[in-house]
């Protein structure tokens, strides 16, 4: 059963509409990823270059599918240990994903999300979603619904209201092919 704030969510986000969410850390900006029209429309309201790239966050492997290059077991025996849980990893993108996501990358910035709220979006979804911190770009991110209503005001289609996760900064985001850190967190 969806609570009502679930509902409203996920029903921002099927009528294309940005939605401002909880994430392991800080609040998100999301959309549905196939919906390059909102994408456009998170850019715009961040005040954002295309060409950074987005993260997506899924609540299964299967939903990314479409938008990575497929693993090799050693890329898998890499990341799959990792998730559920709050590290993004850059991974190999297919080539006709939209710059709107990858930026001017090879890579896609991906996280199988282990935070509840998050996690059941997606799944009742059935797709990923993008997201991006809360914030006008080179601004802290919100830790709050009222700081993104504060930063955002009616810009957003819904605001859910709901608990972060456990972390204090941003997820970490590793590179997937090296291993390497790009982003502590």
């Known amino acids: ?15 294309g509409g940005v939605l401002a969410y909880p994430t392991e850390a800080v609040y998100g900006l999301g959309c549905n990823p196939a919906d390059l029209a909102a994408v456009q429309r998170i850019l715009t309201l961040k005040q954002r270059p295309a060409d950074k790239g987005m993260i997506l966050v899924a609540a299964d492997l299967s939903q990314l599918e479409a938008y990575l290059l497929p693993l090799d077991a050693a890329l898998q025996a890499r990341v799959l240990p990792t998730w559920p849980g709050p590290v ?6 297919r080539p006709d994903v939209s710059p709107l996501i990858r930026g001017k990358h090879d890579m896609l910035a991906v996280r199988i999300t282990a935070h509840p709220v998050c996690r059941a979006l997606c799944e009742q979804l059935g797709h990923p ?8 770009s080179d601004q802290t991110p919100a830790r709050s619904a009222a700081e993104v209503q504060q930063q955002f005001g009616s810009q957003l289609g819904y605001i859910l209201d709901a608990p972060l996760g456990e972390q204090n900064q941003p997820t970490e985001i590793r590179h997937g092919l090296t291993g390497e850190i790009v982003r502590p967190a």
């Open 1 to 15: 059963m969806l609570t009502p704030d679930l509902s409203n969510a996920i029903r921002t986000v099927q009528a």
């Open 129 to 136: 979603l993008i997201s991006t911190s809360a914030n006008l």
């Open 88 to 93: 993004t990893w850059l991974l190999p993108v």
